[in-house]
């Protein structure tokens, strides 16, 4: 944390440099001491300062200056600072424009030049104003600070960004927090460039992209090998588990990740079947955990950026990515996961990211504290979301077509569940529209037995009604299953077209697709077991069919 700041202002260099040296001696332990013969450079300073999330405690002014009155200044710097202390330097014959000031800029104090000795006429005064300023202190959160609209799509993109990467920011609500508005306008911009990403430096960025945080913020990492011996498409579970065997067992590694790392299990806010965790751990902290393993053991971590193809040729591998150069590999393991399934109902595609998320129940939990929050799914992911949403919301609904959770949510959530009082299950019941204007304000809900329907005031839908695999982005001739998923193994003897493709006299491995050197693990294979443990031990075996897909190339 920086030190708070004690400002001086005066034309006069002489006093300038006695004032600042006065100050200095007595202060500068806990204080940093700012001085400028210039008001407007001091205002310019301001807004820098602001932006940097640096405070002032202290202003010290001349009255008689060219460029603006010290009155003038205080009135313009208390827009910026409105709890800094502000005293005036006056000479005696200012005394009545100091008495003025009292009323106009809250004055808090006029010192007539000189102060000789300090010790009686400016350390006595000085101390009283900042002991009262220090008694209702807060320090200003250092680090990232995003400022936009709470039902903002593309804030709702900015703060899921930083959240899923593990990167700690403050959320400021423009129609909620003054400072908010406070930082806008000192910056000269408007509502339309929100969201604004303030780094702790004092530069921003408005309506950036991820790739355009990531840069800023130094998350882009390069690509240090011309060749690699695997590219891993994917860092959720099943994808870190392969960064961390494959560099470990000292194959030149590189992860490639759309978002960020963790997947699914990233969003997931307690996982309590991971085997050595009896008390559960959350998704954030394993993907923690994961990535700094598997970067420490010396794998590669490219993100954000997506994988668009792969080419073959020769028997290397070309991963082709959606913007940026060609990765060269003798091997490719395929993790990308599921993505949600949307939810196809009027209103739903408009309000997504206004009050409409899909599986993203940690990032804007805050924000649900006393509301009405309803959630689509009968699964653990919606058991799960439920439970870490009633710590906050006032009620919680879940809304499932069938008539409880039995067959479709593990018993110990279903005994969480049954013990909130504030989560509601409504059995028989779909969502059939959501209303609002430019946020989720009602729902539509259905009896699907009855067909009596009813609108429901609703502050947030957390929709999880199961996935579809990523694998649209595939373009190569791999094998995929009826709905998409990625076939491996000896299921492929199944598929007509697999003599085609297949040209080895021996059988694919386990874990191997149609194309021979390209591996499939975790939830994005056909007949996967939708678990962490699951895809973590995929995503380890596949790397030891690496080394023998390897060894006979
Ligand atoms: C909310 C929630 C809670 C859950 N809780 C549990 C639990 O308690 N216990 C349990 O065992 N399981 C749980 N699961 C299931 C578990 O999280 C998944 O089975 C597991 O994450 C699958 O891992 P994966 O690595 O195969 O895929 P994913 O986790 O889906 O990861 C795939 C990754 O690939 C990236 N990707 C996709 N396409 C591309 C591309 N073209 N280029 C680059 N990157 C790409 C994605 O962004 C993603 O990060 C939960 C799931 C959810 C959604």
Same mark, same amino acid.
């Given at each position: 944390?920086?030190?708070?700041?004690?400002?001086?202002?005066?034309?006069?260099?002489?006093?300038?440099?006695?004032?600042?040296?006065?100050?200095?001696?007595?202060?500068?332990? &806990?204080?940093?001491?700012?001085?400028?013969?210039?008001?407007?450079?001091?205002?310019?300073?301001? *807004?820098?300062?602001?932006?940097?999330?640096?405070?002032?405690?202290?202003?010290?002014?001349?009255?008689?200056?060219?460029?603006?009155?010290? %009155?003038? @200044?205080?009135?313009?710097?208390?827009?910026?600072?409105?709890?800094?202390?502000?005293?005036?330097?006056?000479?005696?014959?200012?005394?009545?424009?100091?008495?003025?000031?009292?009323?106009?800029?809250?004055?808090?104090?006029?010192?007539?030049?000189?102060?000789?000795?300090?010790?009686?006429?400016?350390?006595?005064?000085?101390?009283?104003? =900042?002991?009262?300023?220090?008694?209702?202190?807060?320090?200003?959160?250092?680090?990232?600070?995003?400022? #936009?609209?709470?039902?903002?799509?593309?804030?709702?993109? %900015?703060?899921?960004?930083?959240?899923?990467?593990?990167?700690?920011?403050?959320?400021?609500?423009?129609?909620?927090?003054?400072?908010?508005?406070?930082?806008?306008?000192?910056?000269?911009? *408007?509502?339309?460039?929100?969201?604004?990403? =303030?780094?702790?430096?004092?530069? /921003? =960025?408005? $309506?950036?992209?991820?790739?355009?945080?990531?840069?800023?913020?130094?998350?882009?990492?390069?690509?240090?090998?011309?060749?690699?011996?695997?590219?891993?498409?994917?860092?959720?579970?099943?994808?870190?588990?392969?960064?961390?065997?494959?560099?470990?067992?000292?194959?030149?590694?590189?992860?490639?990740?759309?978002?960020?790392?963790?997947?699914?299990?990233?969003?997931?806010?307690?996982?309590?079947?991971?085997?050595? /965790?009896?008390?559960?751990?959350?998704?954030?902290?394993?993907?923690?955990?994961?990535?700094?393993?598997? +970067?420490?053991?010396?794998?590669? @971590?490219?993100?954000?950026?997506?994988?668009?193809?792969?080419?073959?040729?020769? #028997?290397?591998?070309?991963?082709?990515?959606?913007?940026?150069?060609?990765?060269?590999?003798?091997?490719?393991?395929?993790?990308?996961?599921?993505?949600?399934?949307?939810?196809? +109902?009027?209103? +739903?595609?408009?309000?997504?990211?206004?009050?409409?998320?899909?599986?993203?129940?940690?990032?804007?939990?805050?924000?649900?504290?006393?509301?009405?929050?309803?959630?689509?799914?009968?699964?653990?992911?919606?058991?799960?979301?439920?439970?870490?949403?009633?710590? /906050?919301?006032?009620?919680?609904?879940? !809304?499932?077509?069938?008539?409880?959770?039995?067959?479709?949510?593990?018993?110990?959530?279903?005994?969480?569940?049954?013990?909130?009082?504030?989560?509601?299950?409504?059995?028989?019941?779909?969502?059939?529209?959501?209303?609002?204007?430019?946020?989720?304000?009602?729902? %539509?809900?259905?009896?699907? $037995?009855?067909? &009596?329907?009813?609108?429901?005031?609703?502050?947030?839908?957390?929709?999880?009604?199961?996935?579809?695999?990523?694998?649209?982005?595939?373009?190569?001739?791999?094998?995929?299953?009826?709905?998409? @998923?990625?076939? *491996?193994?000896?299921? =492929?003897?199944?598929?007509?077209?697999?003599?085609? *493709?297949?040209?080895? $006299?021996?059988?694919?491995?386990?874990?191997?697709?149609?194309?021979?050197?390209? /591996?499939?693990?975790?939830?994005?294979?056909?007949?996967?077991?939708?678990?962490?443990?699951?895809? !973590?031990?995929?995503?380890?075996?596949?790397?030891?069919?690496?080394?023998?897909?390897?060894?006979?190339?």
């Amino acid at each position: 944390m920086n030190l708070p700041i004690i400002f001086s202002i005066d034309d006069d260099p002489q006093v300038l440099r006695s004032i600042s040296r006065d100050l200095k001696i007595k202060y500068s332990k &806990e204080y940093k001491i700012l001085s400028t013969s210039s008001a407007q450079e001091a205002l310019d300073m301001l *807004t820098e300062l602001k932006n940097s999330a640096d405070v002032v405690a202290l202003f010290l002014c001349d009255q008689r200056m060219p460029e603006m009155e010290g %009155v003038e @200044f205080l009135e313009k710097a208390m827009l910026i600072y409105p709890d800094a202390k502000r005293v005036l330097l006056t000479a005696y014959s200012d005394t009545e424009a100091a008495i003025k000031a009292i009323n106009e800029v809250k004055l808090d104090y006029y010192l007539i030049k000189p102060w000789d000795p300090p010790e009686d006429k400016l350390y006595p005064v000085i101390n009283d104003l =900042l002991d009262d300023w220090q008694s209702d202190y807060i320090p200003e959160f250092k680090g990232i600070r995003v400022v #936009g609209f709470q039902f903002s799509p593309l804030s709702h993109v %900015v703060k899921d960004y930083l959240a899923s990467n593990l990167i700690p920011y403050r959320w400021m609500d423009i129609q909620t927090n003054p400072d908010a508005a406070n930082l806008l306008s000192i910056n000269k911009l *408007t509502n339309d460039d929100l969201p604004m990403l =303030l780094l702790d430096d004092g530069t /921003f =960025l408005t $309506k950036p992209s991820i790739k355009e945080i990531a840069a800023k913020i130094g998350k882009n990492p390069e690509i240090v090998h011309d060749m690699y011996d695997v590219v891993i498409i994917g860092a959720g579970p099943a994808g870190l588990a392969a960064a961390v065997y494959g560099a470990s067992e000292g194959l030149k590694t590189l992860m490639i990740e759309r978002k960020a790392p963790g997947g699914q299990a990233g969003t997931s806010s307690r996982i309590e079947n991971y085997l050595g /965790f009896p008390s559960g751990l959350s998704g954030a902290d394993l993907t923690r955990r994961a990535i700094s393993q598997a +970067v420490r053991l010396g794998a590669g @971590f490219l993100s954000p950026q997506s994988v668009s193809d792969i080419k073959q040729k020769d #028997g290397y591998k070309t991963i082709v990515l959606e913007d940026g150069p060609e990765i060269i590999s003798r091997s490719v393991i395929i993790t990308t996961g599921v993505d949600y399934r949307k939810l196809e +109902v009027k209103g +739903v595609a408009e309000l997504t990211g206004a009050g409409i998320y899909y599986g993203a129940a940690t990032t804007e939990a805050a924000a649900c504290r006393d509301k009405n929050v309803y959630i689509i799914g009968g699964g653990n992911s919606a058991g799960q979301a439920a439970m870490y949403l009633s710590k /906050f919301a006032c009620n919680v609904h879940i !809304v499932i077509r069938k008539d409880d959770l039995t067959s479709t949510m593990s018993s110990y959530l279903i005994d969480q569940i049954g013990h909130t009082p504030n989560i509601h299950v409504l059995g028989n019941t779909e969502v059939i529209e959501a209303k609002g204007d430019g946020c989720l304000e009602k729902l %539509v809900l259905i009896n699907v $037995k009855t067909k &009596e329907t009813r609108e429901e005031e609703a502050s947030a839908l957390y929709i999880f009604i199961g996935a579809k695999p990523y694998t649209d982005w595939l373009k190569l001739d791999i094998l995929k299953d009826e709905k998409g @998923f990625i076939e *491996t193994g000896r299921e =492929l003897r199944n598929y007509e077209n697999f003599k085609k *493709t297949w040209k080895l $006299k021996r059988d694919p491995f386990l874990l191997e697709t149609s194309c021979a050197g390209i /591996f499939a693990a975790g939830d994005v294979r056909s007949g996967a077991m939708n678990r962490v443990a699951s895809a !973590v031990g995929e995503g380890s075996m596949a790397i030891s069919f690496v080394h023998k897909y390897l060894a006979e190339v």
